[in-house]
């Protein structure tokens, strides 16, 4: 089992920033993929961002050029440094990771105030 903690969400006014942090633990040999999708009220879960264990990373349209994802593999942690906000980003932020199941972090809310 993989245990996913995330961490730095909150309110912010739009254009701000927030960076949000999501610490594995547990059995985390070979974490192919960690990321963050989002959830907004009424609407479905969707992708953010996901970096593989290689760095390889994929964004959402909607964030390019706004968030950036990283990761660091000795820390089993991965970041989503995520800047220019808008108040369409307010969602609950989720921290996914994958070996050969998928597993999920309990969620952080981001508020984005226009």
């Known amino acids: 089992q993989v245990q996913l903690v995330e961490s730095g969400g909150g309110l912010v006014q739009a254009g701000g920033s927030l960076r949000l942090s999501c610490a594995a633990s547990?059995?985390?040999?070979?974490?192919?993929?960690m990321g963050w999708y989002r959830q907004a009220p009424g609407n479905q879960r969707e992708l953010v961002a996901l970096?593989?264990?290689?760095?390889?990373?994929n964004y959402a349209e909607s964030v390019k050029d706004r968030f950036t994802i990283s990761r660091d593999n000795a820390k089993n942690t991965v970041y989503l440094q995520m800047n220019s906000l808008k108040p369409g980003d307010t969602a609950v932020y989720y921290c996914?990771?994958?070996?050969?199941?998928?597993?999920w972090g309990q969620g952080t809310q981001v508020t984005v105030s226009s």
């Open positions: 547990g059995s985390i040999f070979r974490l192919n993929v």
């Open positions: 970096v593989t264990s290689i760095g390889v990373t």
């Open positions: 996914y990771a994958r070996q050969v199941n998928a597993y």
